[in-house]
């Protein structure tokens, strides 16, 4: 892994935490098509907190307890809504609508994203746990395809506009405020500043241009590619830290700043609208999706959150196209210093503008 990955997932990772859904039995979350497990499926409560994460195998231990109804979500698939606790929760993937053709001219050789970023969040430090829910709107400047001369990237998210929501719960009671923790959450830490956004082409397996209801695996950068085709919907599946010795990370820098951390898990769901041309990952993109897994162990992070326990952390965050413009070189670098005055509520009909 290299060190700019590593300040990446400590940075990132600093804005997310949370607990297991408690001891009692496993639930599946499957494909209804093949039944195969939908790894990183987010299940959350009926307030909206997440509550944990599926593994590998789709698989996440519940507590026999847990109130209902709740909510299972992965890219690519309806929601599922459980009002009792089942063994398997069969997931049916979302149609794609397939978007409109793009003409691109020689002097048009980028794009401005607009996307919706909808974060959830849940910290545990052994005293106190910290729910968040946050929508953001935020903008990228990417190529098409290629680098062009003198066009300015931007893959990391610049925000323009959010609304967060956070509560508190201190020894098993809900706090009036959380005032404690909001400057930590809002700005310096949040994982969002650190959602890269992937572009180009990609050619897929010629297994998904064979069938509409196909799966295939492709190594790329020494990591796995997981793809699935469901009719015009293309979903692909990537562990971040396939390779890691146990399946985790521990950069052994970060122990000399008191910040050792054992991170578990780093997942991507992308989904994209069917192209048989191949796939642009930008233009083409529905959604993409990423899930973190920290255990934070180290004596700072303990005494930024006033414990001595361990931090645990989850986090998922899912990006949603809104709209894209293309832009030249030239006006690649006008927005680099201009994004204009753009508010979430410009865009408040429709919750998934580009599913349906």
């Not at 599946?237 to 122990?255: A, R, T």
């Not at 965050?317 to 210093?337: A, H, M, N, V, W």
Request: proline letters at 4%; one cysteine or more; hydrophobic letters at 40%.
């Amino acid at each position: 892994m290299t060190l700019r990955t590593a300040v990446f997932a400590f940075v990132a990772s600093l804005g997310v935490v949370s607990t297991p859904l408690g001891l009692g039995r496993n639930i599946y979350v499957v494909d209804s098509f093949d039944g195969m497990g939908l790894p990183a499926a987010a299940v959350y409560n009926r307030n909206e907190v997440l509550l944990g994460m599926t593994g590998r195998d789709g698989a996440l231990e519940v507590n026999d307890s847990i109130s209902f109804p709740i909510f299972v979500r992965f890219g690519g698939y309806d929601d599922a809504v459980c009002l009792s606790l089942p063994d398997t929760v069969r997931m049916n993937p979302v149609n794609v609508r397939q978007l409109p053709d793009v003409t691109i001219t020689q002097d048009k050789v980028g794009a401005r994203l607009l996307c919706r970023a909808n974060e959830k969040m849940t910290i545990v430090t052994g005293r106190d746990t910290i729910n968040v829910t946050a929508v953001y709107l935020v903008d990228y400047v990417v190529p098409i395809d290629g680098k062009p001369k003198g066009f300015k990237t931007r893959t990391m998210p610049r925000i323009l506009d959010r609304k967060m929501d956070i509560s508190v719960v201190k020894n098993g009671e809900k706090q009036q405020s959380s005032d404690d923790y909001d400057d930590f959450l809002l700005d310096i830490m949040n994982p969002i500043h650190f959602f890269t956004i992937r572009y180009g082409t990609l050619k897929y397996p010629q297994e998904l241009d064979a069938r509409e209801n196909a799966n295939a695996d492709v190594k790329k950068d020494k990591l796995s590619h997981h793809f699935r085709r469901r009719g015009n919907t293309v979903t692909r599946f990537i562990n971040g830290l396939e390779g890691e010795k146990d399946g985790k990370y521990s950069p052994g820098f970060l122990k000399f700043l008191g910040a050792t951390m054992d991170m578990t898990r780093m997942d991507f769901t992308d989904v994209y609208a069917y192209n048989p041309y191949g796939i642009n990952q930008s233009l083409d993109m529905a959604s993409m999706t990423m899930a973190l897994d920290i255990a934070y162990r180290g004596k700072m992070i303990k005494r930024l959150f006033k414990t001595k326990e361990t931090v645990d952390c989850k986090a998922v965050i899912t990006l949603e196209p809104l709209d894209y413009q293309l832009i030249t070189t030239e006006e690649s670098k006008e927005l680099r210093k201009n994004a204009g005055d753009l508010k979430l509520s410009d865009y408040a009909d429709g919750k998934r503008p580009i599913l349906y």
